[in-house]
């Protein structure tokens, strides 16, 4: 039997994620996805030379327009997400390019919040206004303030739940229904941080999910994806502009290898959460911490929130200190062994880094005196990223507090 996103709520996570996407070979019954790295195909009937010739075309012709490996990899991130269909992109900044660039036009308006992921932050602040593309930033935990922020032009909203790096949670349910009320046409969601096993956005009204398929889904960091996932006919339409015009297709190996790391998501969620809810736990309860932001703990400001839409708190949280950051992080640097001061999050082994309030805000956000003040509360003078991997919590309790 086949797994799609169709019937994947008849079978538990746990098998959905192993077998979704993948098949036995009829020709050579190998049991592991194959790795098709072939960058054209010979088809058995005459196709048109433009990809526009070829409408809902289902077979393979060039390797910018669709690949057996990839479409593998596109077929399990669907089922996984309960979704009719996914289109897979080179990273996940890719696949929010395609998806911001390929459903707006100039004279459009995108509502953004006011803190977020900053390759999409800076996309949208920088360059998308350049297109004549309005972009605009709201505090989207407050569905007051967020209405309010919806204009008549407005048609997309980006929401990021758990956000980068805030540890931020926002209603999914209550935001795309006010959305959608007021006529906005998308509610986007990157769900990074909270994985398909935490959450399922689509089932909480939003049209769109977004991964960055680098961080937890591939699980090792060794590929660098992104998908977008949500309705096959509106992603089906997405599909000529965002992979034959814009090109930023995801390589077959790097899908593959992503397959292989999505197979196990459920079990390496478990022990991230394991892992981090010790962590979290310690952080809190140590003089040199100043506070800790990680919606497991009952201390989060929206804990009973998170509870209502994460079946799993994931591996990421932030913390202050009350010893300068930019000193500490110079001797994690030099005395971390197991967790590795590193950009980048969601792999199997730990990574932490320090992001400056004041840099952050002069590269990145650029927030006017509300939103800077708000983020100010959450982030002091700065806070430390801990992407908390699958090794045993204690042996990185025992390497991480040595530094303080």
Not at 179 to 205: C, E, N, W
Not at 326 to 353: D, T
């Amino acid at each position: 039997m086949t797994i799609t996103g169709k019937n994947s709520a008849t079978f538990r996570e746990a098998t959905v994620a192993v077998h979704a996407g993948e098949f036995i070979d009829p020709a050579t019954r190998a049991s592991s996805p194959n790795l098709v790295m072939s960058a054209t195909f010979a088809p058995t009937e005459v196709p048109g030379f433009s990809a526009r010739d070829d409408k809902d075309y289902e077979g393979y012709v060039y390797g910018r327009v669709s690949s057996p490996t990839v479409r593998q990899l596109e077929n399990k991130l669907a089922a996984l997400e309960g979704a009719e269909f996914a289109l897979a992109f080179g990273s996940g900044v890719a696949a929010g390019h395609a998806l911001i660039a390929g459903r707006m036009s100039a004279g459009d308006h995108l509502l953004m919040p006011d803190s977020s992921y900053v390759g999409i932050a800076e996309l949208a602040r920088y360059t998308l206004p350049r297109f004549g593309i309005e972009v605009s930033c709201v505090d989207t935990t407050n569905p007051k303030a967020f209405a309010a922020a919806i204009k008549p032009n407005t048609r997309m909203v980006w929401l990021e739940t758990p956000a980068n790096p805030t540890m931020e949670i926002c209603d999914i349910a209550t935001l795309a229904k006010i959305a959608h009320d007021m006529g906005v046409r998308d509610v986007v969601v990157d769900s990074t941080f909270a994985t398909p096993i935490a959450t399922k956005p689509l089932s909480l009204g939003a049209d769109f999910v977004l991964h960055s398929l680098t961080k937890y889904i591939g699980g090792h960091g060794d590929a660098m994806g992104g998908a977008v996932i949500g309705r096959k006919a509106e992603l089906a339409a997405l599909n000529l502009e965002s992979t034959v015009h814009f090109g930023g297709i995801l390589s077959p190996f790097n899908a593959w290898l992503i397959l292989r790391g999505a197979a196990t998501l459920p079990i390496r969620m478990k022990a991230h959460q394991e892992a981090a809810m010790k962590l979290a736990t310690h952080l809190e309860s140590h003089p040199a911490i100043k506070r800790v932001f990680y919606p497991g703990l009952a201390s989060h400001s929206q804990h009973a929130l998170a509870k209502s839409q994460m079946k799993n708190f994931s591996g990421m949280l932030t913390f202050q200190t009350h010893e300068n950051g930019m000193e500490l992080a110079k001797r994690m640097v030099k005395q971390l062994e197991l967790i590795h001061y590193a950009v980048s999050l969601g792999h199997h082994r730990s990574l932490i880094c320090w992001i400056g309030t004041d840099d952050i805000e002069k590269s990145t956000y650029r927030h006017g005196p509300e939103a800077a003040s708000r983020f100010r509360q959450y982030t002091g003078e700065g806070i430390f990223r801990l992407s908390v991997g699958i090794e045993d919590g204690d042996d990185l309790w025992g390497d991480l507090v040595k530094c303080f």
